[in-house]
């Protein structure tokens, strides 16, 4: 997987949440939920501008199948996104989300 593609992954799993940062704090209902919106909104902010600080390289077999797990799961919160009709799935997903994108990060970093 070329190193943009991982980059951007990662990026996209901040964005979402970015974007929909403030949709899903109304739908969060209790304050556990909302703790936890904004610890992975942090989580997910500080992985992105690490990843983006270090060199990424795309030669490991596992960096590769985590960035397609992760493109899957960015899609899947995508579309939980689109209706936010179950917050505690979306957070959910977002918590892999977050968690991969660490992953990834850690494991591309030349």
């Known amino acids: 997987m070329a190193k943009n593609n991982i ?3 990662i990026k996209k799993v901040y ?3 970015d974007d929909s940062f403030d949709a899903l704090y109304a739908e969060c209902q209790t304050d556990e939920q909302k703790r936890r919106l904004r610890s ?3 989580s997910a902010r500080d992985t992105y501008f690490a990843a983006a600080a270090k060199a990424l390289t795309d030669k490991n077999a596992t960096v590769d199948a985590l960035t397609k797990e992760l493109h899957g799961v960015n899609d899947q919160v ?3 996104l689109a209706d936010l009709k179950n917050v ?3 957070l959910n997903l977002c918590t ?3 968690k991969l994108a660490a992953s990834l990060a850690t494991l591309a970093a030349a």
């Open 7 to 9: 980059l951007a992954e």
């Open 15 to 17: 964005d979402q949440l």
């Open 40 to 42: 992975l909104f942090a």
């Open 78 to 80: 995508q579309g939980q």
């Open 88 to 90: 505690v799935e979306v």
């Open 96 to 98: 892999e989300a977050v």
